[in-house]
């Protein structure tokens, strides 16, 4: 007889397991001569090696599944235990264009061809600058593309920042601790993290510091390794601060800034930061820019309609060639 422990890693037990454990009891009846106990994130198994083996492959084909689709049911147990979903499993995992599964099972990908571009220049180099109008979903693939690599073990943490600049409004004083006072600035952020990410594995990763979300003033002094950074609204950060910022890059860590040089809220008199380091970085081996337009809107369709209109009333904002990745 052998004993082996697993643990439970990137989804909740709770969904594992199933209602009053009627999940894990249909696993148990697959495997009658072995012995399963389960605690919390921690299951022991005990009988043949040969018979445990088969059962941890089963088992983690579960995991995976739920992991990628957010959720189980009996059919589903039924398929993986009795090996028929192999090849459909497979597929899914090496699907290119779904970037991660998230919540009740939604799929999330590159839509456009500039976030596809995004996508793959993110792989290609170790910092990305993606510059485009409201609604391009920069910021939204950037945020899957580090939670793809935190649940790929690529990277030990993401850290999601933006500087903490009111858009045009005067918020006066915010009640609450120092977290209360500069959530509203970070909503975005979480608003894309709920929809890629379990609710409790969501909460649990930012109270143990695997997700960090936090404003750009805090980055001063740190060095950031093993990790996926997103510097957001970038254009909204002076010259000092971004260089700050990218000079926190550590040991394997990867970097994506995120920004619209058309909604700048900086004082009149502050150049944007983002504005000067496409002129400053344009030749820097190991960086790219991607630029993102009204073709790339995927809200909705009369988001499109409304960037125009305002390009045609507004002064013409500073044009960033995406050839040479110089500003004009």
């Known amino acids: 007889m052998s004993e082996q422990i697993i643990q439970i890693e990137n989804v909740s037990p709770i969904d594992l397991y199933g209602p009053a454990d009627k999940y894990l009891d249909q696993v148990k009846s697959y495997f009658p001569k072995l012995r399963i106990v389960a605690r919390g994130d921690f299951m022991k198994v005990i009988g043949d ?13 579960l995991i995976v599944h739920l992991e990628r689709f957010g959720k189980i049911n009996n059919s589903i147990i039924e398929q993986i235990m009795q090996g028929e979903s192999d090849k459909h499993t497979t ?17 999330v990908k590159a839509i456009t061809a500039n976030q ?11 910092l990305v600058f993606a510059i485009g109008p409201a609604g391009t979903g920069k910021t939204y693939t950037a945020i899957a593309l580090a939670v793809r ?35 509203p600035y970070m909503q975005p952020l979480y608003d894309a993290l709920r929809d890629m990410l379990p609710t409790q594995k969501l909460l649990t990763y930012l109270e143990d510091g695997t997700i960090e979300v936090a404003p750009l003033a805090f980055m001063r002094g740190r060095t950031l390794d093993h990790a996926f950074v997103i510097l957001d609204e970038a254009q909204n950060a002076s010259r000092s601060q971004l260089k700050m910022f990218l000079t926190r890059m550590g040991k394997s860590s990867h970097f994506i800034v995120t920004g619209d040089v058309t909604q700048i809220d900086l004082p009149a008199r502050q150049p944007s930061g983002l504005l000067q380091a496409t002129k400053i970085l344009k030749d ?18 009369l988001v499109t309609k409304i960037i125009l209109a305002y390009q045609e009333t507004e002064p013409k904002a500073p ?9 004009t």
Do not use: C, Y
Not at 116 to 126: I, L
């Open 49 to 61: 090696p040969q018979e445990m083996a088969f059962f941890s492959s089963r088992f983690e084909l």
């Open 91 to 107: 597929s899914k995992a090496t699907n290119g264009d779904v970037l991660v599964h998230g919540r009740a099972g939604m799929q």
């Open 116 to 126: 596809k571009r995004m996508v793959s220049s993110s792989e290609a180099n170790d």
């Open 149 to 183: 690599a935190l649940k790929n073990k690529q990277v030990k943490r993401i850290i999601l920042t933006r500087p903490a600049v009111e858009a045009g409004e005067n918020l006066g004083f915010l009640p609450g601790d120092m977290k209360d006072k500069l959530d």
């Open 284 to 301: 820097v081996a190991g960086i790219d820019f991607i630029m993102l337009d009204d073709k790339d809107v995927v809200r909705h369709k």
């Open 319 to 327: 044009e960033i060639n995406a050839q040479n990745n110089t500003t």
